[in-house]
C-alpha cells in the first residue's frame, strides 16, 4: 500500500539555506535572472523551494503578487509564475531585483518575497489518502490541520480536475512533486485563492510547472 509524506509547519531557516523552505531567497547557478511576469512585467515573488531527494535536483517556484488575480497566476502556460527544476550543487543566491516603483510606503506587501522563512518537517504516514492522512495526523499530534503545508510526492488531490502539465520539451506528461497549501502563518501564505497548489517535473528534460486550484 501506498503512504503520504506530509509537509508540516516547522521553524524558521536562514534566507539561502540550502533546505526545503517556504520563503527566503532562491538558488540558483549563477547568472540566474529573478523571473519576470509576462503580464505585467513586474518581478515574481518567491514562494517554495523543494530540495529533492537522491540529489535529483532543487525545485524552485515563483507566483505573480503585483496586482493579485490579474495575470492569471494560477495557469501553468499564461506567465503570472514560474517553476524552475535546478541542479542539487553549484548553487548561489539569485540577486534580489530592485523595488517595483509601484509599491509605496513600508506597510504595503513586497511583490518579491514572502514575509518569513519557514522550513518543514517531512511526516511518513501510512494512510495513502492525502486529506485522509493530514487528518490523521493532525488527530496524533494534537495539532491543526492547518499546519499541513501540503504532500511530497504521491498523487495529487485535485480540488478540481485533473490539470498535469505536459513538459514543453519533451511533451510528456510531467511528473507530480508536491501539493501545497497557504499554511497557518500569514507571514508566509502565497495567495492560492484559499486553494491549494501543484507543482509537477519533467526531470529527464530539466523542466518544472506550477499551477493552483480553488
Known amino acids: 500500500m501506498s503512504a503520504t509524506t506530509l509537509m508540516i509547519h516547522s521553524g524558521s531557516a536562514a534566507p539561502d539555506a540550502l533546505v526545503t523552505r517556504i520563503g527566503g531567497l532562491p538558488l540558483a547557478p549563477a547568472g540566474t535572472r529573478w523571473p519576470t511576469c509576462t503580464a505585467c512585467a513586474g518581478p515574481l515573488r518567491f514562494i517554495v523551494q523543494m530540495v ?5 535536483g ?3 517556484v515563483f507566483m505573480c503578487a503585483n496586482d493579485p488575480g490579474m495575470c492569471e497566476e494560477w495557469s501553468a502556460q499564461a506567465g503570472g509564475n514560474r517553476a524552475y527544476l535546478f541542479p542539487a550543487t553549484g548553487l548561489v543566491p539569485v540577486p534580489l531585483p530592485a523595488l517595483p516603483s509601484t509599491v509605496d510606503g513600508d506597510d504595503e506587501e513586497d511583490p518579491r518575497q514572502l514575509g518569513a522563512v519557514r522550513t518543514v518537517e517531512i511526516v511518513a504516514t501510512a494512510d495513502p489518502d492525502y486529506w485522509s492522512a493530514s487528518q490523521a ?3 496524533q499530534s494534537g495539532r491543526s490541520t492547518q499546519e499541513v503545508l501540503g504532500q511530497l ?3 495529487p488531490d485535485w480540488l478540481q480536475h485533473d490539470e498535469t502539465p505536459d513538459c514543453p520539451g519533451c511533451g510528456s506528461p510531467m ?12 507571514l508566509t ?14 526531470e529527464p528534460c530539466g523542466r518544472a510547472a506550477f499551477l493552483w486550484q480553488c
Open 52 to 56: 529533492l531527494d537522491g540529489e535529483r
Open 58 to 60: 532543487v525545485l524552485s
Open 137 to 139: 495526523w493532525s488527530a
Open 153 to 155: 510526492g504521491g498523487a
Open 175 to 186: 511528473g507530480f512533486v508536491t501539493q501545497l497549501e497557504e499554511g497557518p502563518d500569514h
Open 189 to 202: 501564505a502565497p495567495n492560492f485563492g484559499s486553494g491549494s497548489a501543484y507543482a509537477h517535473a519533467c
